[in-house]
């Protein structure tokens, strides 16, 4: 008998597209408000205000932030940010009510 679930490193190349699928995150772009410690209150457009943490990052009122769980992960530039939303919202309306 031997061990049935080894499998050579071959095996798993072949699947690592499809693992890039199954891990990849999605983080929101959004808009600092302000800041209060760690917590910030940020806009992700269209009305929908949130606290988010910024204990990661070093940013400040009016930047925008990449937002995943919770947690503010990256600050980028605005013109990326408005971009990004933008294509969210025609995602969003397109999709079937």
């Known amino acids: ?3 049935h679930g080894f499998r050579p490193i071959s095996f798993y190349r072949r699947l690592l597209p ?6 990849m995150c999605l983080a929101i772009p959004a808009k600092i408000m302000n800041i ?17 943490n910024v204990a990661l990052v070093d ?3 009016g930047d925008y932030v990449l937002v995943h769980a919770g ?8 013109k990326e ?3 990004t939303l933008s ?8 999709s079937p009510k």
Do not use: C, H, P
Not at 71 to 78: D, F, G, K, L, N
Not at 87 to 94: D, G, H, K, M, P
């Open 36 to 52: 209060d410690g760690t917590k910030a209150n940020v806009d992700f457009g269209q009305g929908v205000l949130r606290e988010v």
């Open 81 to 83: 940010a408005l971009e």
């Open 59 to 61: 940013a400040k009122v």
């Open 71 to 78: 947690y503010a992960i990256q600050v980028i530039e605005e």
């Open 87 to 94: 294509l969210w919202n025609s995602i969003l309306e397109a």
């Open 1 to 3: 008998m031997g061990f």
């Open 18 to 23: 499809a693992l890039y699928l199954i891990v």
